[in-house]
Nanobody, 123 residues
Framework: QVQLVESGGGLVQPGGSLRLSCAAS????????MGWYRQAPGKQRDVVAT???????NYADSVKGRFTISRDNAKNTVYLQMNSLTPEDTAVYYC?????????????????WGQGTQVTVSS
């Protein structure tokens, strides 16, 4: 029932910018930490940026100063503003959220993942 839907990926030239969005929908009790991860061809999935429920961000060293993560709790949405993009940023980007739900009177939490959105940086 809970889904994360990503948007905003695409093709951009080096030095360009993109803004990714990820909206959570469904029956949710609470959303805890959210984040963005990426996976380039032949590589593992790595964390890009995270943001806590208290709005504290953290970034991978490779994107510090270039990317900004933010969230809008009223919209259940997390964003990733990506500036000064390079070909090394090319990857499938996935959003992630720890979400609490209730099913059959039992409250549980787990990580949910978006379907991924392709970001390609090329001239």
């Amino acid at each position: 029932q809970v889904q994360l839907v990503e948007s905003g990926g695409g093709l951009v030239q080096p030095g360009g910018s993109l803004r990714l969005s990820c909206a959570a929908s469904g029956s949710m009790i609470a959303i805890n930490d959210m984040g963005w991860y990426r996976q380039a061809p032949g590589k593992q999935r790595d964390v890009v940026a995270t943001i806590t429920a208290g709005n504290v961000p953290n970034y991978a060293d490779s994107v510090k100063g270039r990317f900004t993560i933010s969230r809008d709790n009223a919209k259940n949405t997390v964003y990733l503003q990506m500036n000064s993009l390079t070909p090394e940023d090319t990857a499938v980007y996935y959003c992630n959220a720890e979400i609490f739900t209730e099913d059959w009177a039992v409250q549980t939490s787990r990580d949910y993942w978006g379907q991924g959105t392709q970001v390609t940086v090329s001239s």
